[in-house]
C-alpha cells in the first residue's frame, strides 16, 4: 500500500527530499540561529559580517541571562499559571461534559448550546470589562487575576463531551445498578477512563496559558508578577544588553515548551484533529 | 472563590438520600428527577460561573460602554449615544485598521494553507525519515508570539540583522523590514505565517492520512498522473479540513496582537495598526474605553460574520464523505 504513494524514481526521490530539506531550512532557519547565537561571545556575536558558528560552547551568556534578569522567576509565574488553568480547565470541563452525557436535566441542549456559542466570543471583545472587572476585585497583579478568568473552556466542554459519548454506556448502566451515584461514577468510572482526552486538552491549555501575552500585559505590572512572554519581550527595551543576552533568555523560555512538545506531541495532535474534524 | 460557594449548596442537596429512600414510590421518583436536574446543574455550575463573569456579562457591559464615555479610570462619565460609533465610522484611521486587518489576512492565510498542505503531503509520502520530518513541521506548535517576535526582531534589524546580510550576499537589499511603512506590514506577515505554521501542517497530515488509501491506489492504478489524483481527488477530499482551517486561521489573524505590539506597535504610520491593536491602543493607552468598546463590537460583529459564512458554506461547496 505505502510503496504505491512514495516515489521510487530517484530523480524525483531527489527533488521529493531536496524540497522537504529545502522547507526544513525555512522552518528551523530562525531557530538554528538561535542556537548558534547563545553559545558565542559577546564580541563574536556582535562582529559584522555575522559570524554563523560559534569559535566554542561559551555559556557565558546564558549564564548572563540567568544573573540580570529574574528569568527563573518568570518562568515560574507561567508555570504556575499555565498549571493552573490546566487543572481547572480539565476539572470544569469534565464536570460540564459528564452533565451533558451522563445527567438528564431539562435545558441540557439549551445548556450546551449556549455553551458552544461562547465559541465565538473573541476574548478581545470582553478584554475592556474583564479588565475593569479585575481591576475593580484587587486582583490586578495576582495570581488569581491571571487564572480564574481562563478557569473554564467551551472548547474544553465540547471536546470531552465527545469523548464521554464514545465511552460504552454499559459501564453506565453497571454503575448504577451497583447502586453508584453520579459523584462516585465520574471520580471512579469517567475520569480514569478520559485519560487520552483529557491528556489532549491538557497539553494544549498548558501551551495556550504559557504563551498567553494580552491579558498577562494588561493585567501585571510589577516584575515579580511577570510572566516569561512578558518579561522577554521587555529585554528588547533594556538599552545596554547585547543581542545574545536578549536570544538566550528567549532560548530558556523555549526550553519548556519544547520539552512539553516532545513529550506531548500525540495527545497534542490528536486533541487539535478531535477538535477541528467535529466542529 | 465562586466555587466554593457553590459546593456548600452541594452537599445540602446530596446529603439527604435518605429523604429519597423514605418518601412513598411516587414521591420517591418525583424526588429522584428534581435530584437529577439539580445535579445537572451542579456539575454545569462551575463552567457556567466563570462563563457568566468573564464572558456573558463582559460582552454585555461592552455593548454597554460603547455608547459611554468613559473616564481614565474606566468610569462611565456620560451617554454619548451612537457618536462612538459616527465617529468612528468617519474616521479614516478605523477604516484604514479594517483594511490594515484584511491585508494582514490576506498576506498570512492562504500562504499558511499552501505551505502546510506542501508539507504534510511530502511528509505523507515521505518513507525513510517520514518522523523526523513530522517533529521537524510541528516545532512551530512549541513557539509563542513573545519568543518568536523577539527573535524576528533581531533577525529583520536593518544593518546587522542576519537576513539584509544574507540577503546581501546575493546582491539584494539592505531592506528596510520594520520601519519601512511599505514593507512593515510584509515582515510582520511572514514572521507571523513562520510561527503559526505548526498548526496548518499537523491538521492536514493526520486529515490526509486518514483518506482512504484504497481510493487513492485505484486512481493510481487506473494511470492518474500525481497531479491529478491531488487536485481531483485528495483536495476535494481535504476540503472539509482546508474550509475548517481557513476559518480558523482567518478568526485568528483578525486577532493578531502580540507581534505587532513587540515588533511595530502599530507603526510606521500606522501601516500595521491592525483593529485589535487600534482597541488596545484606544484603551489602554489612550483610556478611552468607550471607543475602545465601540471598536471591540465591531470586531464581534465581523466574526459573527465569518461564523455566519461558515455555516452557510457548509454543506454547500465542501465535500463530505
Not at chain 1, 504505491?4 to 540561529?33: A, D, E
Request: net charge positive.
Amino acid at each position: 500500500m505505502k510503496a504505491l504513494s512514495h516515489p521510487r524514481n530517484p530523480l524525483r526521490l531527489f527533488s521529493h527530499y531536496g524540497l522537504l530539506i529545502l522547507l526544513t531550512l525555512l522552518v528551523l532557519g530562525p531557530l538554528l540561529y538561535l542556537l548558534t547565537q547563545i553559545f558565542m561571545t559577546p564580541d563574536e556575536a556582535s562582529q559584522y559580517p555575522p559570524k554563523l558558528l560559534p569559535s566554542g560552547l561559551y555559556t557565558g551568556e546564558l549564564k548572563n541571562a540567568i544573573e540580570t534578569v529574574p528569568i527563573f522567576g518568570f518562568i515560574f509565574n507561567s508555570f504556575v499559571l499555565a498549571t493552573a488553568i490546566m487543572v481547572l480547565q480539565v476539572l470544569t470541563a469534565a464536570l460540564a461534559a459528564y452533565a451533558f452525557v451522563y445527567i438528564r436535566f431539562s435545558g441540557s441542549r439549551f445548556w450546551f448550546a449556549l455553551f458552544i456559542s461562547t465559541m465565538m466570543i473573541p476574548w478581545e471583545v470582553t478584554i475592556i470589562p474583564n479588565y475593569l472587572t479585575v481591576k475593580s476585585w484587587g486582583w490586578l497583579d495576582s495570581f488569581q487575576g491571571l487564572i480564574v478568568p481562563f478557569a473554564a473552556s467551551a472548547f474544553g466542554v465540547f471536546l470531552l463531551r465527545q469523548f464521554f459519548m464514545q465511552l460504552p454506556r454499559e459501564l453506565f448502566e453497571a454503575a448504577r445498578i451497583d447502586g453508584c451515584g453520579h459523584f462516585r461514577h465520574f471520580v471512579s468510572v469517567v475520569l480514569p477512563l478520559s485519560g487520552p482526552a483529557a491528556a489532549s486538552l491538557a497539553v494544549y491549555v498548558f501551551l495556550n496559558g504559557w504563551n498567553q501575552y494580552l491579558w498577562p500585559l494588561l493585567t501585571t505590572s510589577s516584575d515579580a508578577m511577570r510572566t516569561v512572554q512578558i518579561g522577554i519581550a521587555m529585554l528588547q527595551f533594556e538599552e545596554l544588553t547585547s543581542w545574545n543576552l536578549v536570544l538566550s533568555g528567549v532560548a530558556l523560555v523555549l526550553v519548556p515548551s519544547f520539552v512539553l512538545l516532545g513529550l506531548g506531541l500525540k495527545p497534542l495532535v490528536r486533541g487539535i484533529t478531535a477538535g477541528a474534524v467535529k466542529g | 472563590m465562586n466555587t466554593s460557594l457553590y459546593s456548600d449548596k452541594s452537599s445540602q442537596v446530596l446529603s439527604p438520600a435518605s429523604v429519597v429512600s423514605a418518601g412513598t414510590t411516587s414521591n420517591a421518583g418525583r424526588l429522584r428527577r428534581l435530584r437529577e436536574q439539580l445535579l445537572g446543574y451542579l456539575f454545569l455550575s462551575p463552567s457556567l460561573v466563570v462563563f457568566i463573569l468573564f464572558l456573558f456579562y463582559p460582552m454585555v457591559r461592552s455593548v454597554y460602554l460603547s455608547f459611554q464615555l468613559t473616564d481614565p479610570r474606566g468610569r462611565v462619565a456620560a451617554y454619548v449615544g451612537w457618536d462612538n460609533y459616527s465617529r468612528m465610522i468617519e474616521s479614516s484611521a478605523f477604516w484604514n485598521s479594517i483594511w490594515i486587518t484584511v491585508k494582514f489576512t490576506l498576506l498570512t492565510v492562504p500562504a499558511g494553507l499552501v505551505l502546510g498542505l506542501l508539507c504534510a503531503s511530502l511528509v505523507h509520502s515521505t518513507g525513510r525519515g517520514s518522523k523526523i520530518f513530522r517533529f521537524i513541521f510541528s516545532i512551530p506548535l512549541a513557539l509563542s508570539v513573545g519568543t518568536a517576535s523577539i527573535l524576528w526582531m533581531i533577525l529583520y534589524h536593518p544593518s546587522l540583522g542576519m537576513l539584509n546580510y544574507l540577503l546581501g550576499e546575493f546582491g539584494i537589499g539592505p531592506i528596510e523590514w520594520l520601519t519601512d511603512p511599505g514593507s512593515a506590514l510584509g515582515s510582520v506577515s511572514l514572521m507571523t505565517i513562520w510561527m503559526n505554521s505548526g498548526f496548518p501542517f499537523v491538521l492536514l497530515l493526520a486529515a490526509i492520512q486518514g483518506l482512504d488509501n484504497d481510493v487513492m491506489d485505484s486512481s493510481r492504478i487506473d494511470g492518474a498522473s500525481m497531479w491529478r489524483t491531488f487536485f481531483s481527488i485528495k483536495l476535494p477530499l481535504l476540503s472539509p479540513t482546508l474550509f475548517f482551517l481557513a476559518v480558523v486561521s482567518i478568526m485568528s489573524a483578525f486577532q493578531s496582537f502580540g507581534q505587532i505590539n513587540i515588533l511595530t506597535r502599530g507603526g510606521p504610520a500606522d501601516s500595521t495598526n491592525v483593529l485589535v491593536y487600534s482597541i488596545y491602543r484606544e484603551a489602554f493607552i489612550n483610556y478611552q474605553f468607550g471607543t475602545g468598546s465601540a471598536l471591540a463590537i465591531v470586531l464581534f460583529i465581523l466574526m459573527l460574520l465569518l461564523t455566519a459564512v461558515q455555516f452557510l458554506a457548509l454543506g454547500k461547496k465542501v465535500h463530505y464523505q
